[in-house]
């Protein structure tokens, strides 16, 4: 099967920025496509950014012209650059995989989350 490793989190104050790293390993030649989630307590999970094989983006309101997400399919590695980092960007960041299974069902692969923390 497939799966997800993140790294990267961390605390920074207001303006700050991070960089967050998802490696795949696995069944990692049936990836339609990947992206960045990220969910608070008592809240549901946030799609925030979005790649697909040939390299178009989508990203969330409440992140546009603040991050980017980008993939080196060579290492099997998913990345997002944040910056200008606000408070309200508090919250544990998921890294996600949307696979193809034998009879064309979608299937999804979550890694364990890391943590980021932006205080005021």
């Known amino acids: 099967q497939l799966q997800l490793v993140e790294s990267g989190g961390g605390s920074v104050q207001a303006g700050g920025s991070l960089r967050l790293a998802c490696e795949a390993s696995?069944?990692?030649?049936?990836?339609?496509?990947m992206g960045w989630y990220r969910q608070v307590p008592g809240k549901q999970r946030e799609l925030i950014a979005s790649?697909?094989?040939?390299?178009?983006?989508t990203y969330a309101d409440s992140v546009k012209g603040r991050f980017t997400i980008s993939r080196d399919n060579a290492k099997n590695s998913l990345y997002l650059q944040m910056n200008s980092l606000k408070p309200e960007d508090t919250a544990v960041y998921y890294c996600?995989?949307?696979?193809?299974?034998?009879?064309?069902?979608?299937?999804?692969?979550w890694g364990e989350g890391t943590l980021v923390t932006v205080s005021s």
């Open positions: 996600n995989a949307v696979s193809t299974g034998p009879l064309g069902n979608p299937m999804d692969s």
């Open positions: 790649i697909k094989s040939g390299g178009s983006a």
């Open positions: 696995g069944n990692i030649f049936s990836i339609n496509s």
